[in-house]
């Protein structure tokens, strides 16, 4: 066992600290976290990100609240943590999981006498009881559950109430039979709803996770892009339906058409929108970010030369955006019924505070829609 035990493998984990991939700039949007399959919509926060006083967004900005009230800074941060960390994001409690194949070690780990260890940095916000913890389960090949352990929670009185992290760790002997280690960090949700301060944001806090076990294998390579069982799409349309929740329209006698759709195609349930109102959650369809923003802001407001728009146009497909009561090749000028909020397309300086012609010649009134798909040679690629 001696000679075994001193050897110690890497650690085992893809993103373990959340360093890969884009954070969210505002500290309330999901992002995509590289590595990691997900529930909820946990999200990626940058050390020192300011928090906005009102998150839940209003039809102008409001200012930071201060450093001490704001998101964890580095020194508050785990040691080895990095530039960034994993944040419970604004839909309950949240998990990350990933599955850890150590079966070249199966013959050394039948004998039982393989160490495991497992830490990472967990924490939390002020007086917000919401927290962290990890989970680590023993699976054989058949992922049969064999035994598990566990660090964490760090609750409030572990950071005596401040903004912070916590670091645990647990070591063992990994079950015999075990050919896969899967690790689930939780973020669990206990927030007080303090409307404004805190809305409904899950405030548990981890970095710099890792499972190493006594073996010589190899470090995990960097995070692929998981395959898409989609396939190529010859046009994509996004009807945005708002100020009605899921469970209004799914399955309602008042909504036919739409649950026709779904009945027949399916449903996509793990969409969520983040903020009120609307833009903070065009932003990111657009820009694949927040840009920081959490309220809607006035046209042109956002720098970002590559978009959605621009990689449709540099693959040679078609995009068009129609809104209710947009005035006929004017669509940069909010009037009567229609504001340039409906779309989000004039936020992005690239559009709203470019040509006029240019926007003129993708942004039509809804009843243009209509006519464009009569034909496949006039409906658009994106709309």
Not at 59 to 72: G, I, R, V
Not at 113 to 123: D, E, F, R
Not at 180 to 187: H, R
Not at 350 to 374: C, K, N, V, W
Request: net charge negative; charged share 10%.
């Amino acid at each position: 066992m001696g000679a075994q035990s001193a050897v110690i493998s890497p650690n085992l984990l893809v993103n373990p600290g959340a360093e890969a991939g884009d954070p969210s700039l505002s500290g309330f949007s999901a992002v995509t976290v590289p590595g990691w399959t997900l529930t909820g919509t946990p999200t990626v926060i940058r050390y020192g990100t300011p928090r906005n006083l009102w998150p839940i967004g209003l039809t102008f900005a409001m200012p930071n609240l201060p450093a001490f009230m704001s998101f964890p800074t580095a020194a508050s941060g785990s040691p080895n943590g990095g530039t960034q960390f994993f944040g419970g994001g604004d839909v309950a409690t949240a998990t990350l999981t990933q599955v850890v194949d150590i079966s070249s070690a199966a013959g050394a780990i039948d004998l039982g006498a393989v160490p495991y260890t497992l830490s990472g940095s967990l924490g939390g916000y002020l007086g917000d009881p919401s927290s962290a913890s990890v989970q680590v389960n023993f699976l054989d090949s058949n992922r049969t559950y064999l035994g598990a352990d566990q660090i964490g929670p760090v609750g409030v009185l572990d950071r005596f109430f401040q903004t912070g992290f916590r670091q645990r760790e647990t070591t063992g002997l990994l079950p015999q039979g075990t050919r896969y280690a899967q690790v689930v960090l939780t973020l669990t949700d206990r927030s007080p709803v303090l409307i404004g301060l805190a809305a409904d944001y899950n405030n548990a806090y981890a970095d710099d996770l890792s499972f190493t076990i006594g073996a010589d294998l190899p470090a995990p390579g960097a995070p692929a892009p998981p395959p898409s069982t989609v396939g190529e799409l010859d046009h994509v349309y996004m009807v945005y339906m708002e100020n009605k929740g899921y469970t209004d329209i799914a399955g309602s006698p008042l909504a036919p058409f739409i649950n026709s759709l779904i009945n027949a195609y399916g449903s996509a349930t793990e969409y969520h929108g983040l903020t009120h109102p609307s833009l903070p959650n065009y932003y990111p369809i657009m820009g694949g970010q927040d840009f920081g923003l959490t309220y809607n802001c006035d046209r042109p407001c956002i720098e970002a030369d590559t978009t959605l728009v621009s990689n449709i146009e540099d693959a040679g497909k078609s995009w068009r955006g129609y809104a209710q009561s947009m005035p006929i090749g004017a669509p940069l000028e909010s009037s009567g019924d229609y504001s340039t909020d409906q779309l989000p397309f004039p936020a992005f300086n690239s559009i709203g505070g470019g040509d006029p012609e240019y926007a003129a010649t993708h942004m039509f009134p809804l009843e243009q829609m209509e006519i464009d798909l009569r034909s496949s040679a006039t409906a658009p690629n994106f709309a």
